[in-house]
């Protein structure tokens, strides 16, 4: 069966090394942690989002306990996120007013 698009709610760590195959497979993988208890969550989430760093896809969360995998080529919408054009790089991790710029 080929298909695009995996719903999954895993209830236990465990349930992760299916959420990776997905992910090795260049799927979207939508992900609803919200039956995990909170080391489990964290635990999941450190993993998945390792395995979607090294397929090079992006980690999204659309709700709360929801996060979902992007693989790279595919794109998305999500309403309320900012758009950037292909050849904008915009850095997230920074916000301008917290940074400190040097003046000479």
Same mark, same amino acid.
Not at 26 to 51: E, P
């Given at each position: 069966? =080929?298909? =695009? #698009?995996?719903?999954?709610?895993p209830e236990k760590f465990e349930d992760t090394r299916k959420i990776v195959e997905h992910i090795k497979k260049d799927r979207i993988v939508h992900i609803n942690i919200s039956k995990m208890d909170t080391k489990d969550r964290q635990r999941t989430l450190d993993f998945v989002s390792g395995?979607?760093? #090294?397929?090079?896809?992006?980690? #999204?969360?659309?709700? =709360?306990?929801?996060?979902?995998?992007?693989?790279?080529?595919?794109?998305y919408f999500q309403e309320g996120s900012v758009a950037a054009e292909d050849n904008d790089l915009i850095d997230l991790r920074y916000d301008e007013e917290e940074e400190i710029k040097p003046h000479y």
């Amino acid at each position: 069966m =080929d298909f =695009d #698009i995996v719903f999954l709610k895993p209830e236990k760590f465990e349930d992760t090394r299916k959420i990776v195959e997905h992910i090795k497979k260049d799927r979207i993988v939508h992900i609803n942690i919200s039956k995990m208890d909170t080391k489990d969550r964290q635990r999941t989430l450190d993993f998945v989002s390792g395995a979607a760093y #090294i397929q090079d896809a992006r980690l #999204i969360q659309p709700g =709360d306990a929801v996060f979902c995998t992007v693989p790279s080529g595919k794109d998305y919408f999500q309403e309320g996120s900012v758009a950037a054009e292909d050849n904008d790089l915009i850095d997230l991790r920074y916000d301008e007013e917290e940074e400190i710029k040097p003046h000479y």
